[in-house]
């Protein structure tokens, strides 16, 4: 598997795509710091958009690696090599060589920024950690996808419904169910509503760094327990993992049974 | 006027070893105008009388004990001056408000250089004018709101200065009710159950450079006219119905250069009019300012709203209330002819958090992408907030 | 070498492969190649690859030297396979994939050979990405042949080679046949096959039609060459 993943990962590594995505987020993190000089305001503008834009670059990004790289897939197959170390060693190439171009590429403009010195660098954790999480899950989904739908343009397609469900519509619907059903208790429902949803999650996650001091004030007492202890943090990262893990595990069940 | 008296003044010198053994029979002795000195020891006295004009010093910290039983002083003159003792353990009771420090009906009082400790009510002061409070700790071990009393309480008084003290894990940290033209100024209230400050039914007082932290709400300022607030710091204040600042049905009121700093709401008004908010800060506050009822001529000027997870909020029409010159962090227009104004209005209420205040739940929605659509679409043909709800000369820069 | 025994392969609701029994082994030290041939659709790739674990039938039994290999991958060792498309990662250099390749198979190899017979010095540096079609095959070819293996898969080996190529492609696969080995190829060439093919083994709807040797096709279809017999065979079932 390791061998695997290192060739994915050399190959991502030197596609020019990687170097863009890795560009981006150096040019954004640098305005963002260098000529806004708040750090604060960087943070959390980068954070929204990393909840959004490291799903939707996982998921465009492995579906493409799958379908391009099928043939070669094809010649890996015909290796005395398990199927499964075929195909997550090229999962964690995809998502190693995203997670980095994302680690690297606000890691450069904060260092520079003097990241060690300031309160910041928890709020830039965080930032890495919740970006990795998602590349690591969006990515899974869409090997996932892609491992289940010969079509390519099929497969494009879901992957991208698949995001935009998650990333918006799966919030409307939310947002829409709360404000109609309002007259019932509803802080259960709708913290068992974020864990159904990687996005979510993350925002949560950066929720709890940056807006606890309103939701402490502003919710019932489920969602103090939840937001105001450590609860809310573990478990969000619990579920986070969770959403890692099955997708990964998905990938080894189909993979040992499809036909190539 | 204290010149004549220490001219007069006869001392008498209490301690284990003194002739006199106790406070009370000290006060007993002494003629109005003398000097009491009581040296270090524990003095366990309650109910000491001060019924005379007298100038009281404790030497090394003296500590006076109530044991839990009664009030532990009680002031009935006019003059009399306090400094240098620990004050401990005044009785508690469910009918009777006992204090450390009992101030009736005096005026010209002051106390300096206390330390007022696990207190029920610390200094209780009522229809008392001329007073000074002056660098004392005042605190408790406050659990529930019921059982426990304020830091420094004063009703019906007038011309009361305090300054410099620091009260903590009471009720309420300091209570002002009928009091006019006093000033509290420097003071440190923090970690008290109800607010660190509360005004009820006072007029014409002021409140400067103190500092609000993690108080079960910051200050209350409620059925009072002419309040000037400026330089003061509210922190932490976070929790249910928490807010930096608290202002209910009062009038002509001026807020300037404070500091609001992540509160649960930074200020929460309701029905208050002619209030001025000129030059303050709000920091990672949840709202800036949450405004409900019918609200007048509140003009915000030259404030600076940073990282706020809301800005404004309304609930109400918004009469004449006015938002001129104030720098937003959310804002995202642009400044094309470089004057420092944005060129295109701020919205600083935004869709969603009108959807939190009927639904709030919802708050888990909170930076999501959906969220920034609906209010997108709100800010380009706004429905749903005010259409007169701008800052049309919304700053490009912090002021500093 | 290779039995087959009751193979079923449905691909959702065509059934591919139905019952399919074949046997292939070369007959003492001297290798043979086969050639599987039949029309398209009829499962020539859907064989190839269950015997290589590509395709997992849903029935049947497959064995190599007397041992099963479903489920199994350790004894793709001992199978080279030319895979029809060659497409390799873009970014990675000809060098690059030879060394990987070498690294996941535990054997000696001899590129050096390979990439002398093919010229293809030149492009050792080069991107796979920038290679042409023809360029591709020959890495192709290279990957298959620089093991030293008993059986050897060939699925259309020669598309897109020049002739000068295809000349030492013949050559390499007379070699490998000489060492020993047993070869299977699918083709649409029929001449290819013709000058190569020891055997036939045709297929039809899923199952052998026929196995035996050139001459016996022709005999059996009275025909003079291959294509004809071919011919014959379709036309004869279509009728």
């Given amino acids: 598997m390791f061998k695997i993943l290192k060739y994915s990962f050399y190959d991502l590594m030197r596609s020019s795509w990687s170097y863009v995505y890795f560009l981006f987020y150096l040019g954004l993190g640098s305005v963002l710091l260098f000529l806004n000089n708040d750090v ?22 492995g579906v493409m690696y799958y379908y391009n790289s099928r043939e070669f897939t094809e ?33 450069i403009p904060f260092f520079a920024y003097g990241l060690l010195q300031s309160t910041e660098i928890f709020n830039f954790l965080s930032l890495i950690i919740v970006g990795t999480f998602l590349t690591f899950i969006f990515t899974a989904l869409a090997f996932n996808i892609a491992l289940s739908n010969e079509n390519k343009i099929k497969g494009f397609g879901y992957a991208i419904l698949l995001w935009l ?35 979510d999650l993350s925002r949560i996650l950066i929720l709890l760094k940056l807006d606890i001091s309103a939701l402490l004030g502003y919710t019932g007492a489920i969602f103090q327990q939840f937001f105001g202890t450590n609860l809310g943090m573990i478990s969000s990262l619990a579920a986070l993992l969770i959403w890692v893990i099955f997708p990964v595990y998905r990938i080894y069940k189909k993979s040992a049974k499809k036909d190539f | 006027m204290f010149i004549v008296i220490n001219g007069y003044a006869q001392t008498i010198e209490v301690c284990n070893t003194c002739a006199v053994k106790s406070i009370n029979e000290a006060i007993a002795k002494s003629k109005p105008f003398g000097k009491i000195m009581v040296q270090k020891g524990i003095y366990l006295e309650h109910d000491i009388i001060i019924d005379k004009p007298l100038h009281m010093v404790g030497i090394n910290n003296p500590i006076v004990d109530g044991e839990k039983k009664s009030y532990v002083f009680i002031v009935k003159s006019d003059s009399v001056t306090v400094s240098g003792f620990t004050i401990k353990n005044p009785g508690q009771s469910y009918t009777k408000d006992y204090a450390a420090v009992y ?12 330390t007022l400790e696990k207190v029920f009510f610390g200094f209780l002061i009522e229809k008392s004018h001329y007073g000074t409070i002056n660098n004392n700790q005042v605190s408790s071990n406050a659990v529930d709101q019921s059982s426990s009393g304020n830091g420094i309480h004063l009703w019906y008084c007038s011309n009361i200065r305090i300054e410099n003290n620091e009260v903590h894990n009471l009720r309420d940290g300091i209570y002002l009710e009928f009091v006019k033209e006093s000033e509290i100024i420097n003071n440190k209230s923090y970690d008290n159950m109800r607010y660190g400050l509360h005004f009820m039914f006072s007029n014409h007082d002021e409140y400067h450079n103190n500092t609000f932290t993690n108080n079960g709400a910051g200050v209350a300022v409620m059925f009072s006219k002419f309040i000037k607030m400026t330089g003061n710091t509210f922190t932490q204040n976070w929790g249910t119905a928490s807010y930096g600042l608290l202002l209910k049905e009062i009038y002509d009121a001026e807020i300037e250069n404070n500091t609001f700093q992540e509160n649960t709401i930074g200020i929460n008004v309701e029905g208050s009019t002619r209030i001025t908010y000129i030059r303050n800060n709000f920091i990672r506050n949840g709202w800036s300012v949450k405004i409900a009822g019918a609200c007048y001529t509140n003009n915000f000027k030259e404030n600076n709203f940073l990282n706020n997870s809301f800005d404004i909020s309304y609930n109400s029409h918004m009469n004449d209330n006015t938002f001129n010159s104030n720098y937003w962090s959310s804002y995202t227009g642009y400044d094309l002819d470089k004057n420092g ?24 929605l909170l930076r999501s992408l959906f969220v920034d659509i609906i209010n997108f679409s709100e800010k380009v043909s706004p429905v749903f907030t005010p259409d007169e709800l701008v800052d049309s000369t919304p700053l490009m820069k912090p002021i500093q | 070498m290779i039995e087959i025994k009751n193979l079923h392969k ?4 065509v059934e591919v492969l139905k019952d399919l029994n074949l046997s292939i082994s070369s007959k003492a030290t001297n290798g043979a190649i086969f050639a599987v041939l039949g029309p398209n659709g009829s499962g020539k790739t859907t064989l190839i690859k269950s015997i290589l674990g590509m395709v997992i039938p849903n029935q049947g039994q497959i064995e190599i030297n007397g041992q099963s290999v479903l489920k199994k991958y350790h ?6 396979y030319l895979p ?16 990987m390749v070498k690294n996941l198979r535990p054997k000696p190899a001899s590129d050096k050979n390979f990439i002398q017979l093919f010229g293809l010095e030149p492009f050792l540096d080069k991107k796979l990405g920038n290679l042409s079609g023809g360029t591709k095959q020959k890495v192709n070819i290279l990957l298959t042949f620089m093991f030293d293996c008993e059986l050897i898969i060939l699925d259309e080996p020669t598309t897109g080679l020049d002739p000068l190529s295809l000349i030492n492609l013949k050559k390499i696969i007379i070699a490998e046949k000489q060492k020993g080995k047993t070869i299977l190829i699918t083709s649409h060439i029929m001449s290819f096959v013709e000058e190569m093919a020891d055997e036939i083994v045709f297929l039809l709807d899923g199952k052998i039609y026929f196995k035996g040797t050139l001459d016996a096709i022709k005999k059996e279809t009275q025909q003079t060459d291959l294509a004809h017999a071919i011919a014959t065979i379709l036309t004869k079932e279509h009728v």
């Fill in chain 3, 84 to 99: 029809q498309i060659a497409n390799f990662p873009s970014n990675l250099s000809v060098k690059e994939l030879i060394k």
């Fill in chain 1, 75 to 107: 010649l890996l197959l015909a290796q005395p090599l398990k199927r499964s170390t075929i195909f997550i060693g090229q999962y964690l190439g995809v998502a190693i060589s995203l997670a980095m171009s994302l680690v690297i590429g606000l890691g």
């Fill in chain 1, 165 to 199: 469900f998650l990333a918006v519509i799966y919030d409307g619907l939310f947002l829409i169910s709360l404000v109609v059903f309002q007259d019932y208790p509803l802080d259960k429902l709708s913290l068992t509503a974020t864990m159904f949803n990687p996005i």
């Fill in chain 3, 10 to 13: 449905k691909f959702g609701k």
């Fill in chain 2, 341 to 364: 104004i944005g060129d295109v209005p701020y919205r600083p209420v935004k869709l969603f958090s009108y959807i939190v205040n009927k639904t709030p739940e919802t708050i888990v």
């Fill in chain 3, 75 to 80: 004894y793709r060792n001992d199978i080279n």
């Fill in chain 2, 103 to 114: 101030i009736s009906q005096s005026n010209h009082f002051k106390f300096e250089n206390n």
């Fill in chain 1, 40 to 61: 604060s305001k960087a943070v959390i503008t980068l954070m929204n958009i990393i909840v959004v834009l490291t799903p939707l670059i996982g998921t465009i990004f």
